[in-house]
T-cell receptor, first 111, second 113 residues
Framework: QKEVEQNSGPLSVPEGAIASLNCTYS??????FFWYRQYSGKSPELIMF????GDKEDGRFTAQLNKASQYVSLLIRDSQPSDSATYLC???????????FGAGTRLAVHP | DAGITQSPRHKVTETGTPVTLRCHQT?????MYWYRQDPGHGLRLIHY???????DKGEVSDGYSVSRSKTEDFLLTLESATSSQTSVYFC????????????FGNGTRLTVT
């Protein structure tokens, strides 16, 4: 079992809707989680990180962490076609800031 | 990008040949990483470095070696390339302070024929 699991998608949402991306993890020792966005043929870019239970908001993005249930989610409000990309969830694993990544969820926002 | 340069950007090589990929950073970050990305697997850690000459294995290190003789450079070597090592390779860096995030280079697309 992969330590960080994501539904590969594609998740298809209409423009203006809320996109909800989910991630579960198996390592209870993981304390911090990161969401990256990756456009096709490009490198991953950091969207936001979260390390406390609850919600963290940054513009149209909200990250949610529930350590008891071992899941992390990313909500994208007012989705735009430019949000169409693969979203990677990652958890800190062990020392030296090593990240373990999920396989990513592909999001398609259609006009 | 956060001052990270990977070279080459693309490479085609034959099975059995050695290959070295280079990652150069200008951020003076302490930690550096090599990941590979394959369809259905996401990003998997190959090797990482936590200082000059300090390196360790990641989850998919077989067939790879690394070296870090200077803070700014982290080299990944495929001793004898195999077709299973055809992939996109990403270098990443982290300042190492607290739970600081990783920032990625533009990647190297390697094809082993």
């Amino acid at each position: 079992q992969k330590e960080v699991e994501q539904n590969s998608g594609p998740l298809s949402v209409p423009e203006g809707a809320i996109a909800s991306l989910n991630c579960t993890y198996s390592d209870r020792g993981s304390q911090s989680f990161f969401w990256y966005r990756q456009y096709s043929g490009k490198s991953p870019e950091l969207i936001m990180f979260i390390y406390s239970n609850g919600d963290k908001e940054d513009g149209r993005f909200t990250a949610q962490l529930n350590k008891a249930s071992q899941y992390v989610s990313l909500l994208i409000r007012d989705s735009q076609p430019s949000d169409s990309a693969t979203y990677l969830c990652a958890g800190l694993h062990g020392g030296y800031n090593k990240l373990i990544f999920g396989a990513g969820t592909r999001l398609a926002v259609h006009p | 990008d956060a001052g990270i340069t990977q070279s080459p950007r693309h490479k085609v090589t034959e099975t059995g040949t050695p290959v070295t990929l280079r990652c150069h950073q200008t951020e003076n970050h302490r930690y550096m990483y090599w990941y590979r990305q394959d369809p259905g697997h996401g990003l998997r850690l190959i090797h990482y470095s936590y200082g000059v000459k300090d390196t360790d294995k990641g989850e998919v290190s077989d067939g790879y070696s690394v070296s870090r003789s200077k803070t700014e450079d982290f080299l990944l070597t495929l001793e004898s390339a195999t077709s299973s090592q055809t992939s996109v390779y990403f270098c990443a860096i982290s300042s190492g302070t607290g739970d600081s995030p990783l920032h990625f280079g533009n990647g190297t697309r390697l094809t082993v024929t």
